[in-house]
């Protein structure tokens, strides 16, 4: 597998029509590099290309993550969001306004945390999890930021964490752990249950499995961003 250049996040689709092969395709999602608490995990990336969609493969130990672009006509996976940095979602996203910028919900707004705050974010709490094996719409589902959601995968929502963030999530019930890709908002209260706005971080449904929590619904977590560095 072929390494993938960088390219700026605005072009990096035009280059992809222009250039055949995996070498010019670049993420339009910058690593944000931190040096905190002493410890670094390596990001390995490379990219592939399935039925005509670019996938950006970032390895971060044993964990490995698959990013794409969703649609722009794709349904938002948290669908309660009405506007980001005071745009339409779909519009923010097309802009590439949705890293920390503030967002609604239901009339209520939330402020992100900058960069900075983020490398010291570390919180106990209770998570929960959303999406399907198989999604609901018709073709699919994107994220705030506009990556496709895959329920499968190791991602995660969180209402304040700049998009995306990289955290180590431990099931305090069990002692299991692992590494999600945050690149969604939530979650946020619903009309069945006002107190789900309470929770920490909103998980897939791939990693509620592999934690352990997946039959149960919710479990008691500890969540910590990781400092990261390109390898």
Known sequence: MKKCKQAPPLIWLALLLLLAGCTVVS???????????????????????VAGTTWVVYRIGEFTFEVARAPLDWELAHGEIDSIDDL?????IRRDRVKNSPYTVKGQRYVPMSVAEAGTYREDGIAS???YETSRQKDGQMTANGERFVPAGFSAAHKY??????????????????????????????????????????????????????????????????????G
Do not use: M
């Open 27 to 49: 993420t339009p999602y910058r690593l944000t590099k931190r040096l905190v608490r002493g410890v670094v995990w390596t990001v390995a990336t490379s990219c592939k290309v």
């Open 88 to 92: 339409p979602p779909v519009e923010a």
């Open 129 to 131: 999890w959303y999406g």
């Open 161 to 230: 964490l700049p998009l995306p963030t990289y955290v180590k999530v431990t099931n305090l019930e069990n002692g299991r752990e692992i590494i999600v890709r945050v690149n969604d908002r939530g979650p946020f209260p619903s009309v069945h249950n006002s107190g789900s706005g309470d929770r920490v971080i909103d998980l897939s449904l791939g990693a509620a499995k592999r934690l352990g929590f997946y039959q149960q619904g919710t479990a008691r977590v500890r969540v910590e961003t990781i400092d990261v560095a390109e």
